[in-house]
């Protein structure tokens, strides 16, 4: 199998176990993504992270920060998060049965396909696989991916299981907030029934293969034009290495001092300027507090 496994690990029903590997059931490959290039020069661009007061910063001293009001925050660096950090048990332990009907569509989340390792453990696999199938139930049970803890619904498809995270409880908006504001109006029969027959008229089988993006279509079609353009529309534009970044920082280091200097001079200049009088500060620029003095979360 040309995929790697998202997760490794076992599948427990009771006392029965077997060494599975979970694989992402979806794709984006097929994306149509770009890059930013500049016009100028062709060369690729890359995002550098800057600091509004000291420019360019490297991302690896970086900590992220949770805000708790208003420009405060508490910060979390690696060490925090490894304390919270939940260790993999390496195990999917089934802890209930239930109709796949009793779970609302909603909490239904990513897809992953349950693949049985090789070995003496494919035939507990299809123990549990054809349990399922006999009793015509969805599995419930927890597994911890990625170093979160996620509730699974594992239900059979063909020859393997196919895991779906859910949602938590309280990532599900209630729809009775959007939906009770709707006016209660009786539809007339007549046009009920007129409507029912071309809902009947339009029933199919369901084929995905005919959902089209159009948009990602008209791209491919719009690159293949510019390609075949004498190569006019193709540039080389390799990805910018670090010593690029380097230099790029550099230069945005400077440009920041420049910008500096040329609005002390520019501020000078509309100070000593009698016909254009200084403007009294806004209540918002007044009350702006000096980055350093910000109150440590």
Known sequence: MAARPTWQGHLKLSLVTCPVALYTATTS??????????????????????DPDAGPVERADLVKGYEIS????VLFDDADFDKVRLDST???????????????RLYWDAPFFVVPEKGAGIEAFAV???????????????LVLR????????????????????????????????????????????????????????????????FKDRYDDALRELIKAKTRKGGKAVVEAPEPDDT???????ALRNS???????????????????????????????????????KAA
């Open 29 to 50: 490959a097929n994306d149509v993504r770009f890059h930013l290039i500049n016009p100028e020069t062709n060369n690729r661009i890359r995002m550098v992270a800057t």
């Open 70 to 73: 208003k420009d405060e925050y």
């Open 90 to 104: 390496k195990a999917i332990s089934i802890d209930a049965f239930v109709d796949d009907s009793e779970i609302d």
């Open 128 to 142: 549990i696989r054809d349990a399922m199938a006999k009793q015509s139930k969805v599995a419930l049970g927890k």
């Open 147 to 210: 170093g979160k803890e996620r509730q699974i619904a594992l239900e059979v498809r063909g020859k393997g299981l196919v895991a779906y995270t859910l949602r938590a409880h309280d990532e599900v908006r209630d729809a009775a907030d959007y939906f009770d504001d709707i006016p209660t109006v009786k539809a007339d029969a007549d046009m009920v029934e007129i409507a029912a027959r071309i809902i009947a008229q339009k029933e199919a089988d369901f084929d995905p293969s005919a």
């Open 244 to 250: 690029n970044v380097i230099d790029l920082m550099a």
């Open 256 to 294: 920041l001092k420049g910008a500096s200097t040329r609005g002390a001079k520019t501020a000078s200049k509309a100070a000593s300027s009698k016909s254009s009088p200084t403007k009294p500060p806004t209540k918002k620029a007044a009350s702006r507090k000096p980055a350093g003095k910000k």
